[in-house]
């Protein structure tokens, strides 16, 4: 990896908004294809593991999709059988608009304009929420985990999908070359511009990892914490529950996640 091509992820909120505004305007046309990329075609097969681990489809659950992106999850959300309301936010314009054109014809699915750190919603408004890719755009992960926790009902179930840090050195330094040189390429064939995902390492450099993510969680007040890694921790999905209700994976997604790598279950 080349550090001084990179720049130090921003610490102001104000400045960390700018710059990602301007990579989402740039990249959000060919968003899909470069997930499919960069994971080696794994993307899709992770949303679908992150969806089997929410409650069981119950008509009137209402869904918060945080950093909906171009809509993937709402479309999994309905091929696994959830007829509730689904709610999309993303604080980019061109995200939401092709998320809204991917999702078109769906009846109770919405989308806002909306900061991570900022939630317009009601507390105890959601049964589920799920975030795929969103948590190094969070002012902080605690700050991020007490905001989930507020909007969910009690039994509401959190799960999340995003890098992670690998925890053995040579490794984890192996994975973010990797990530910097193949978003390279894929920015300057995509993109034409050499540092178009860039943002992906500068991130992960800045984001603290998996054992920060279980503590923020735990401290928020979430119950049956746990983590799974994919590609040696470089890919993680994450299940949370806030207490007082009698929320399972269905089978399948508990048989799915079981099977990746690391499982950690608190």
């Not at 969103?134 to 999340?160: E, H, I």
Request: net charge positive; hydrophobic share 45%.
């Amino acid at each position: 990896m080349t550090p001084l091509l990179l720049k130090d992820w921003p610490v102001d909120s104000g400045k960390r908004n700018a710059y990602v505004d301007a990579v989402f305007r740039r990249v959000a046309p060919r968003y899909d294809r470069l997930t499919r990329l960069l994971s080696f075609g794994r993307d899709e097969n992770w949303k679908e593991i992150a969806v089997g681990l929410l409650p069981e489809a119950a008509p009137g659950a209402r869904i918060l999709d945080l950093a909906t992106g171009t809509g993937a999850f709402p479309v999994l959300l309905r091929r696994r059988g959830h007829r509730g309301a689904i709610v999309g936010l993303d604080r980019s314009r061109d995200m939401i608009a092709r998320a809204r054109m991917k999702c078109a014809g769906m009846e109770r699915v919405e989308f806002a304009l909306g900061d991570l750190n900022a939630l317009p919603f009601a507390a105890d408004s959601f049964d589920a929420i799920v975030m795929g890719y969103g948590l190094r755009y969070l002012d902080s992960l605690r700050g991020g985990a007490a905001a989930a926790f507020r909007l969910l009902r009690p039994g509401g179930v959190l799960v999340t999908l995003d890098f992670g840090l690998p925890t053995r050195r040579w490794y984890r330094s192996l994975c973010l070359a990797y990530l910097f040189s193949f978003g390279t390429l894929w920015g300057l064939v995509l993109h034409g511009r050499l540092d178009t995902y860039w943002h992906i390492v500068e991130s992960l450099r800045a984001y603290p990892g998996q054992a920060a993510l279980a503590e923020a969680l735990e401290e928020a007040g979430f119950v049956s914490i746990a983590i799974a890694e994919e590609l040696g921790g470089i890919s993680t999905i994450a299940r949370a529950e806030k207490p007082g209700g009698k929320t399972a994976p269905d089978a399948r997604g508990a048989e799915a996640v079981e099977t990746l790598g690391s499982y950690s279950s608190r």
